[in-house]
T-cell receptor, first 116, second 117 residues
Framework: NAGVTQTPKFRILKIGQSMTLQCTQD?????MYWYRQDPGMGLKLIYY???????DKGEVPNGYNVSRSTTEDFPLRLELAAPSQTSVYFC???????????????FGPGTRLTVT | AQKVTQAQTEISVVEKEDVTLDCVYE???????LFWYKQPPSGELVFLIR??????QNEISGRYSWNFQKSTSSFNFTITASQVVDSAVYFC??????????????FGKGTKLSVIP
């Protein structure tokens, strides 16, 4: 299993440009998440999905959109890039464990995005 | 609202010293889960442990041990006989554990541990 894969690893965007961060998992996990990590900070949740066709906002959703058409893929879309979106983006997935308990989240390697 | 506080921003120790990383959490849920993740300089996040709110037994895994105390809302992490390879940022995180929630992780800001040879 490849686990959680993310592309690209690095990207530089100009203000106002758009891009899609790709995330794929091959573990048949139902839950998927997008987090951002700013320097010196913990991760903050942008969006999450509990299954194909179901998505919801996290703590910091403004400026982003997501879709989940398949179990495997959970792309994150930035429509009008702003300097405040300079960050490292992590995708994660997990399975709802025994008795409804959350299993560990498996993280991708991250995408380092700079908006100038 | 859930909150995780890691008051120690950075810690430096000399190799072979023991070190404890503190984690204090806030939640209104009676069922919840606590996690520790390691982020080495390469940047990936590595799962270390998950603990549910009903299990207050301390856990030991090799040189790592965890002390969970509900009375003080703390879930501290101790590394015994630290090694240079332990140098990383360590995150404590909290997840709700019931209902049809997202099971999202609420992270602390992390503690950067530097082990000096």
């Amino acid at each position: 299993n490849a686990g959680v894969t993310q592309t690209p690893k690095f990207r530089i965007l100009k203000i106002g440009q758009s891009m899609t961060l790709q995330c794929t998992q091959d573990m048949n996990h139902n839950y998927m998440y997008w987090y951002r990590q700013d320097p010196g900070m913990g991760l903050k949740l942008i969006y999450y999905s509990v299954g194909a066709g179901i998505t919801d906002k996290g703590e910091v959703p403004n400026g982003y959109n997501v879709s989940r058409s398949t179990t495997e893929d959970f792309p994150l879309r930035l429509e009008l890039a702003a300097p405040s979106q300079t960050s490292v983006y992590f995708c994660a997935s997990s399975l709802l464990g025994t008795g409804g308990a959350p299993d560990e989240q498996y993280f991708g390697p991250g995408t380092r995005l700079t908006v100038t | 609202a859930q909150k995780v506080t890691q008051a120690q921003t950075e810690i430096s120790v000399v190799e072979k010293e023991d070190v404890t990383l503190d984690c204090v959490y806030e939640t209104r849920d009676t069922t919840y889960y606590l996690f520790w993740y390691k982020q080495p300089p390469s940047g990936e996040l590595v799962f270390l442990i998950r603990r549910n709110s009903f299990d207050e037994q301390n856990e030991i895994s090799g040189r790592y041990s965890w002390n969970f105390q509900k009375s003080t809302s703390s879930f501290n992490f101790t590394i015994t006989a630290s090694q240079v390879v332990d140098s990383a940022v360590y995150f404590c995180a909290l997840s709700e554990g019931s209902g049809a929630g997202s099971y999202q992780l609420t992270f602390g800001k992390g503690t950067k541990l530097s082990v000096i040879p």
